[in-house]
């Protein structure tokens, strides 16, 4: 778009006074395109003949009229559900800002889409069909939307939607059948089809079930179910006993992406849609092929080769990395694949597989990425994990939002950066007791505060509890001056008290407090960013953050900061 500004530029100043521009001009080429630099686009063409400038001039400005990404165009969708299931509304929901999908967080826009019945008049003819019409204002544009019915059945899942789209949709769940028209049916179309090609390889992919950390007994007993079970005709079970079998599993993967359909069905579409929706759902569509196999390969199995120091093998898992990565995405426009969320993750885990592997900081690694607004999104996604920040402390993000250039991600930064320095008073947010009033962390001022965040069905909080956090309120049980605090973000009170009077969760004796129903929408776990449980905060006595969290809560880590809290004067 901005090549296209430039061109209407010099095309309406060559209109007014060609006077203007100098008479000798070196040759420079005044537009790129994605394929590489615009045809005749040279300054010296603009010298040859005043009827040649005339004609280009005029082209300029036509293609300055032309929709395109950049132009702010609503987008509307009229659709048909067609369902013997009673249903009175679809639901909508929809992200303009791709960081709030790759951070789990709540859409831009949730709304309630109204169906209405249908008559003859209107064309539809059947008494299963109802009606809807979605229009969507150019200040959301482009996003990502999901459409549901009232069952939670995907019409459309996390499907690329442009300014000035215009769709016609029938959905059909008497044949299970979905089907697009009107001139933006390309697009939808595209997505339709990589999305059940995308659904068809997980399905076709076998289970993996991780035996790694168990010990041979139970990896028999565990192999031998699994070949009974796989010599019927079920989803196959892959079982992975040791770091050779993980590292065929990955490779395995690799080979089962459907990489020819793939590129025959972009290859089909690459004409029949803008250039910018294409780039874009090709960087969506690759990512999400791709994305389970870097994730599985930085989250789990990398990490547990370091530990087990397989060094005959770490040769081959980075010779896969390189190799499998490497060359995916050289025909991708930087500008476009970075509005695809799944491409951000993607590229955020690859960065995260390198750093593991070479031990430099993902924010050096990130320095090869030229394009600057792409780089810091990706970096913005990876700092706003909490656990990044708790294991890595706050250098690497003091020294990313001191240089960030892009002003609506540093304001995200912002936030997460000031969350994160300790010695700051804590904010006043309200919690509930058991007795249904309001409490404040600041009515424990002159007293050490522990907080932990917990929630029902959380297996890592009921081992907390069982092997740390009991220990710590019986060794901290006669200390006046500590106030242990458990609050739950359970989304319904009986489930707290339930789990209260379990005992599984949280020790006897000790402050329960409550959310409210709000669960991580709370303003103080929003404002800290905490969403992995069990999670615990040391505040002092002055009711300042003392400890942001623990990347490994132990009762060994926790007992020496409260001890040296509670002996400063």
């Known amino acids: 778009m901005k090549a296209l500004t430039k061109n209407c530029f010099l095309a309406l100043l060559c209109l007014t006074r060609s006077q203007y521009l100098p008479k000798k001009l070196p040759f420079a080429q005044i537009g790129t395109g994605s394929n590489g630099p615009a045809p005749f686009l040279s300054i010296s063409a603009f010298l040859i003949r005043p009827y040649i400038l005339l004609v280009f001039c005029m082209v300029c400005i036509s293609q300055c009229a032309s929709p395109s990404w950049a132009q702010q165009n609503p987008a509307i969708i009229y659709g048909e559900y067609a369902s013997k299931e009673p249903s009175s509304a679809l639901n909508l929901k929809l992200w303009h800002d791709v960081l709030r999908i790759t951070a789990d967080e709540s859409p831009d826009l949730d709304m309630r889409v109204v169906l209405e019945k249908a008559s003859l008049t209107q064309g539809v003819y059947s008494r299963h069909d109802k009606t809807f019409k979605i229009n969507l204002p150019a200040k959301y544009l482009p996003a990502w939307i999901s459409l549901t019915d009232s069952m939670g059945n995907y019409l459309m899942y996390r499907t690329l939607i442009s300014p000035g789209d215009s769709l016609k949709i029938k959905v059909d769940r008497l044949f299970n059948q979905t089907f697009f028209s009107g001139p933006s049916a390309a697009a939808f179309q595209l997505q339709h089809k990589l999305q059940d090609l995308w659904l068809a390889q997980k399905f076709s992919d076998p289970f993996y079930l991780d035996l790694i950390l168990s010990n041979p007994s139970q990896q028999e007993q565990y192999t031998s179910?699994?070949?009974?079970?796989?010599?019927?005709?079920?989803?196959?079970?892959?079982?992975?006993?040791?770091?050779?079998?993980?590292?065929?599993?990955?490779?395995?993967?690799?080979?089962?992406?459907?990489?020819?359909?793939?590129?025959?069905?972009?290859?089909?579409?690459?004409?029949?849609?803008?250039?910018?929706?294409?780039?874009?759902?090709?960087?969506?569509?690759?990512?999400?092929?791709?994305?389970?196999?870097?994730?599985?390969?930085?989250?789990?199995?990398?990490?547990?080769?370091?530990?087990?120091?397989?060094?005959?093998?770490?040769?081959?898992?980075?010779?896969?990395?390189?190799?499998?990565?490497?060359?995916?995405?050289?025909?991708?426009?930087?500008?476009?694949?970075?509005?695809?969320?799944?491409?951000?993750?993607?590229?955020?885990?690859?960065?995260?597989?390198?750093?593991?592997?070479?031990?430099?900081?993902?924010?050096?690694?990130?320095?090869?990425?030229?394009?600057?607004?792409?780089?810091?999104?990706?970096?913005?996604?990876?700092?706003?994990?909490?656990?990044?920040?708790?294991?890595?402390?706050?250098?690497?993000?003091?020294?990313?939002?001191?240089?960030?250039?892009?002003?609506?991600?540093?304001?995200?930064?912002?936030?997460?950066?000031?969350?994160?320095?300790?010695?700051?008073?804590?904010?006043?947010?309200?919690?509930?007791?058991?007795?249904?009033?309001?409490?404040?962390?600041?009515?424990?001022?002159?007293?050490?505060?522990?907080?932990?965040?917990?929630?029902?069905?959380?297996?890592?909080?009921?081992?907390?509890?069982?092997?740390?956090?009991?220990?710590?309120?019986?060794?901290?049980?006669?200390?006046?001056?500590?106030?242990?605090?458990?609050?739950?973000?359970?989304?319904?009170?009986d489930t707290w008290q339930k789990s209260i009077r379990s005992g599984r969760y949280t020790p006897d004796g000790i402050i329960q407090l409550y959310t409210g129903g709000k669960g991580t929408a709370h303003p103080y776990l929003d404002h800290y960013a905490i969403g992995a449980f069990p999670y615990l905060q040391l505040i002092d006595k002055d009711g300042k953050l003392a400890t942001l969290g623990f990347n490994k809560p132990t009762y060994q880590d926790i007992t020496a900061k409260i001890e040296q809290l509670l002996s400063k004067p």
């Open 225 to 493: 179910k699994i070949d009974i079970h796989n010599r019927a005709f079920a989803k196959e079970v892959v079982p992975l006993t040791d770091h050779k079998v993980v590292l065929d599993m990955l490779k395995q993967r690799w080979e089962n992406v459907p990489h020819d359909q793939l590129e025959d069905l972009l290859r089909t579409f690459k004409g029949k849609l803008p250039q910018e929706q294409y780039q874009t759902i090709r960087a969506e569509y690759l990512s999400r092929f791709y994305f389970p196999i870097i994730y599985s390969f930085e989250r789990i199995n990398y990490p547990r080769l370091l530990k087990a120091d397989h060094s005959l093998l770490l040769p081959e898992f980075d010779g896969f990395l390189e190799n499998a990565f490497s060359e995916s995405f050289t025909e991708l426009d930087a500008d476009q694949a970075g509005f695809s969320p799944s491409y951000l993750l993607l590229s955020e885990y690859l960065l995260r597989a390198k750093s593991a592997i070479s031990g430099i900081p993902v924010l050096k690694w990130a320095d090869a990425i030229k394009n600057t607004p792409v780089r810091e999104s990706i970096l913005t996604a990876y700092f706003s994990h909490r656990n990044i920040i708790l294991k890595h402390g706050t250098e690497d993000l003091e020294t990313f939002y001191k240089t960030m250039e892009t002003a609506a991600l540093k304001l995200r930064i912002k936030k997460i950066y000031q969350a994160s320095l300790t010695g700051d008073p804590v904010p006043e947010y309200d919690f509930i007791s058991q007795e249904g009033k309001p409490v404040q962390l600041s009515q424990f001022k002159g007293k050490t505060v522990l907080l932990d965040f917990w929630m029902t069905g959380c297996s890592a909080c009921i081992a907390f509890n069982k092997y740390h956090f009991g220990k710590l309120k019986e060794r901290f049980s006669e200390e006046e001056n500590l106030v242990i605090l458990a609050v739950s973000i359970d989304s319904k009170r």
